[in-house]
């Protein structure tokens, strides 16, 4: 039998070993503890010789479910889940990296990706390397100089830069370091890191994977040998992911290439149609011929994704009077929901950043990072018109 497409696994895979009862979807699992009578047994599952669960901190039911559903919609050989992003992202590299460690990474990552490289990090003697996203000559350079980790985001948040993973996989190789790559704009829909020769691949689960912003996760997805060593700080630190979020994350899952797919066209055509806007001075999409990266992304990418941001004349005014006419869009610090999300980059993706620190990045104040969502496009574009001609600004600029 021919190998399930990614639909069918997003629905089945991982589920079946974790039923009970009859049911036909996975419970979720409230239980702290599992017991045993049997002393040995108990012995072998807690040091990992047997399967099974001993303390909800480490594993549990529900939780490995969604770790197994992610992994094969990865191509993974391992998978293991967190409390948030962040926690996937701030656990995977406490655990690469110790003092005296070098990373390479991008100047524009998420705002709190960011904050990890310029701030915490250096304090833990870490040497911290930021270059220009799509300098792919200058990023190569640092990387071989030496590091240890090297650390992408494709695209990027919010400014959708992409970054030729497969490239700058073989770069990191050459000088051994473990190359990961924040997924969590792309999803495996779109994009599959593993195959371009990343090694670790990391999501905000909380975001496309759920798709219903009701629940908060992470995962990393990669190596038995590196997944295992993170999953070990992971189980020690805490950041455990909830059993009622994994199964609201598992959920969401079912449907995630419908989703996905809807996202990518809605935001293909609001990106294509705010370009005839007179108040829009630019609009950053991968799908669009005139980004920067595009011919990079066509090439690795096999849908460009529901997330696209674009920058307003009269910068935070205009953005403060044009969202809140929007009456199909939450405006909101999220993304990658069934409904379209909006906010600007200063209270969204780099709140934790200075105006200062954000124009370094290349992020304008009247940046507007728009998520689409699955709803009908010409209702999507409708509202878009008429937020835009409520505006005194609009007339003006006619």
């Not at 992202?89 to 003092?99: E, R």
């Not at 990343?198 to 996760?217: F, M, Q, R, W």
């Not at 994704?305 to 005014?317: D, E, T």
């Amino acid at each position: 039998m021919k190998e399930a497409k990614f639909s069918t696994k997003s629905i089945w895979a991982g589920e079946r070993d974790q039923l009970a009862f009859g049911a036909t979807q996975v419970p979720v699992v409230h239980s702290v503890s599992f017991g045993y009578d049997d002393m040995d047994e108990w012995y072998e599952v807690a040091v990992g010789n047997k399967p099974g669960h001993i303390y909800g901190r480490n594993t549990n039911p529900t939780v490995q479910a969604f770790e197994e559903k992610i992994r094969i919609l990865e191509g993974a050989e391992a998978a293991t889940s967190f409390s948030t992003g962040m926690a996937a992202i701030s656990n995977t590299l406490s655990t690469l990296l110790a003092p005296g460690d070098r990373i390479v990474s991008i100047k524009d990552t998420y705002g709190g990706t960011n904050k990890i490289f310029t701030e915490f990090l250096p304090r833990q003697q870490v040497e911290v390397v930021l270059c220009d996203t799509g300098d792919h000559d200058v990023i190569e350079h640092e990387v071989a100089k030496g590091c240890k980790v090297l650390y992408l985001e494709s695209p990027t948040n919010p400014t959708v830069k992409i970054t030729d993973i497969k490239r700058m996989a073989e770069a990191g190789k050459m000088a051994g370091a473990v190359v990961v790559v924040d997924n969590t704009f792309a999803t495996p829909v779109n994009q599959q890191p593993l195959e371009l020769g990343a090694d670790l691949v990391i999501h905000s689960a909380t975001k496309y994977l759920g798709g219903h912003a009701d629940a908060l996760g992470g995962a990393v997805c990669g190596s038995q040998k590196l997944v295992d060593s993170i999953y070990h700080y992971r189980e020690i630190n805490g950041a455990t992911l909830d059993p009622m979020a994994a199964y609201l994350l598992i959920r969401g899952m079912k449907t995630l290439k419908l989703r996905v797919e809807q996202q990518n066209r809605n935001a293909a055509a609001i990106a294509e149609y705010l370009q005839s806007f007179d108040m829009v001075e630019d609009v950053f999409y991968p799908g669009l011929k005139s980004h920067l990266h595009h011919d990079i992304a066509k090439h690795q990418m096999s849908g460009f994704g529901g997330m696209l941001s674009f920058s307003v004349k009269g910068g935070v005014a205009a953005v403060r009077d044009l969202l809140p006419k929007l009456k199909y869009a939450n405006r909101a610090a999220n993304l990658g929901s069934v409904e379209t999300v909006v906010g600007p980059s200063r209270t969204t993706s780099h709140v934790e950043c200075t105006p200062e620190e954000r124009a370094a990045m290349g992020i304008p104040e009247g940046l507007i990072r728009y998520s689409a969502g699955i709803e009908d496009i010409d209702d999507l574009k409708q509202d878009l018109a008429q937020a835009f001609q409520a505006l005194p600004a609009y007339a003006e600029n006619k």
